[in-house]
């Protein structure tokens, strides 16, 4: 963010793409903290100063202000993403609860606002699964207006949270990635999200419907111009690898079951959906996983693991993007990332409101469509070897009742959609 001639703003975030996003909207990310060795590296070998690699329960005050300086007004925003799986949708899915704040990895929400308190910068903005906001199960989401509300007490401020849920995807990010953000500014004026500028349109329709929204990014977009190094091992492996070639572009396992076009393998909807997920060149991709199984996608069209510069590229980090880890660390880092196009809207909005300042071109992290679009590949026919669970299948019992269920003799009332949260004062 540029003031008087100098540009500030500190990251405190364990999600890395989001220093590029304010990054490419003109901010100066000062300061960056990470307690994984791994993911500090990636931030040092694509240029980052002042990385300090420390759990965020042990970032002092002292250690922010040595970087930062100690002028009241020395840090404009605090960007941070707080681990999400103590509120992730599978867990609920599979066991019908959580540990969610009980998860000793929800102590880093509570840290996180530690540092707005002591900090006190312009403005904050926190993502999070949007799992933390299910009805019936949203006590997370509770303790984030609370946590704010504390702050203003402690500091004196009058931070005033907006919240909604976003689709990377509807702001031309080649990936439905549905995740929840909440905004404030100190000033009590309350922050107003950007509004969508893509829709779920075939790109074949955008002359037909006029001006106002684009139609998604494809899969094809981002992907068109990679061509995989020969270096990186992107064959499916595990019991399921040879089924792939047998599953449609866009469709997963369910295409496998008595509700869909193929054999009827499976019961509906008794695997994640990710399981034996494949990308369509005219769709945008599937969320990226951090920490998939072996067969878990979303795969390649060309029946493939995703190479690392193309998952960088569904997560539209810069092209300038480096990363040197296992595969492992690898997927687990873009996979944890928000979208860095995302990021830069949001942090152009934050800019924008807070400064004044205008931004008529378009973003600078925005993908390009590459037309024309092929057609999809070839579905092969199912191997012999998975001909003998052709039959009847039962479906999932439904949400919360996995394989991982274990009743409790009373009736728990389950989380099937988010709160219906718009922009709000948490008041």
Known sequence: MIRDGDERGLACSLVVAEDYGFEAAGCNVVLRNDFDKHSCSTLKLNGASSVVECPVEELTLSDIQRITGTSRDAVDIVIGGPPCQPFSKSAYWARGDT???????????????RVIEEVRPKAFLLENVHG?????????????????????????????????????????????????????FQSGSLYRFPEPTHRDLDPSESLLIGPTLEPYVTAWDALAG??????????????????????????????????????????????????????????????????????IGPFHWENRRLSWPEMAALQTFPGSFRIRCPRVETQRQIGNAVP????????????????????????????????PIPPPEHVAAVPAEYL??????????????????RSTGTKREQASHPLPLGSGTGE
């Open 132 to 184: 933390i906001s299910y009805s019936g199960k949203e006590e997370g989401f509770r303790f984030l207006l609370d946590r704010v509300r504390r702050v203003n007490r402690a500091a004196g401020t009058d931070y005033h949270p907006s919240w909604r849920v976003l689709n990377a995807a509807d702001y031309g990010v080649p990936q439905i990635r549905v995740r929840f953000f909440l905004v404030a």
């Open 226 to 295: 990679i061509t995989p190094s020969p270096d990186e091992d992107l064959a499916v492996s595990g019991k399921w690898a040879a089924l792939l070639p047998s599953i449609p572009e866009g469709e997963n396992y369910l295409w496998h079951t008595d509700q869909r076009g193929g054999l009827p393998l499976f019961g509906w909807r008794t695997r994640y959906w990710s399981f034996l997920l494949k990308l369509a060149k005219r769709r945008p991709s599937w969320t990226i996983q951090a920490q998939p199984g072996s067969a």
């Open 340 to 371: 860095s196009l995302l990021a830069e809207v949001l942090a152009r909005s934050m800019v924008a409101q807070l400064t004044g300042q205008r931004f008529p071109e378009p973003p600078r992290l925005a993908i390009k469509p590459s037309r």
């Open 388 to 405: 003998h669970l052709v039959g009847k299948h039962a479906p999932h019992p439904g949400t919360g009742r996995g394989r991982s269920y």
């Open 99 to 113: 540990r969610r704040l009980r998860d000793p990895r929800a102590n880093t929400l509570n840290e996180y606002f």
